[in-house]
């Protein structure tokens, strides 16, 4: 089976920089999506195509995708930001979803 | 507007079948390149995806479910449904139905339903 890694938890403080980061192997020739979850929501997508931003996505979110590792970036976080941030990529016609990270802004 | 909206039982048996609905409003599944899909969330888990079918009636599945998972459109009643034999106490969770566009294995679930609790429980 194809596994995504993310680290369970992130911290950072408000207007500062969030890196988030997914790792699989050669991850970097597959199309990475990132989510949003908030406590008792349903996932929004945040990031498709490894960087692009569907509409209403704010540009402080970025993504990026090379070698084994896909990093979402949140320039300038905000508490609204705070959230359970998953990725997911496509592997022999199957889905993977990464463990997500939970994302404190404090 | 595109929205999904799941139903289905909220409690379950150990060994029984749970069977799920998807209504789906603002597309047709007969339109080339469209699909909708399931995944589920544990409590305090990760996302896990279960199944897609495609407009014309593709299916794909989970590698470690495929066995325990059917998945079925109509059309006519803008519904898909997934049934999931031999339920266990770790199939407790959210159930979410999704809709994506294409099929290149890129694509992103871009609309989420609301999601269905379901427990599995003697």
């Known amino acids: 089976s194809y596994d995504l890694t993310q680290a369970p938890s992130l911290s950072v403080s408000p207007g500062q920089t969030a890196s988030i980061t997914c790792s699989g192997d050669d991850l970097g020739n597959k199309y990475v999506c990132w989510y949003q979850q908030k406590p008792g929501q349903s996932p929004v997508l945040v990031i498709y195509?490894?960087?692009k931003r569907p509409s209403g996505i704010p540009e402080r979110f970025s993504g990026l995708n090379s070698g084994n590792t896909a990093t979402l970036t949140i320039s300038g976080a905000q508490a609204i930001d705070e959230a359970d941030y998953y990725c997911q990529a496509w592997h022999r016609r199957a889905v993977v979803f990464g463990g997500g990270t939970k994302v404190t802004v404090l | 507007q595109i929205t999904l909206k799941e139903s289905g039982p909220t409690l379950v048996k150990p060994t029984q079948t749970l069977t799920l609905t998807c209504r789906f409003s603002g597309f047709s599944l007969t339109t080339s390149g469209l699909a909708v899909g399931w995944i589920r969330q544990p409590p305090g888990k990760a996302l896990d995806w279960l199944a897609l079918?495609?407009?014309?009636?593709?299916?794909r599945f989970s590698p470690s479910l495929k066995n325990r998972l059917t998945i079925a459109k109509d059309t006519s009643k803008n519904e898909v449904v997934l049934t999931m034999t031999n339920m266990d106490p770790v199939d407790t969770g959210t159930y979410y139905c999704?809709?994506?566009?294409?099929?290149?294995?890129?694509?992103?679930?871009?609309?989420w339903g609301q999601g269905t609790m379901v427990t599995v429980s003697s």
């Open positions: 079918i495609y407009w014309d009636d593709e299916k």
């Open positions: 999704v809709s994506s566009q294409g099929r290149l294995e890129r694509e992103p679930f871009d609309i």
């Open positions: 195509d490894d960087n």
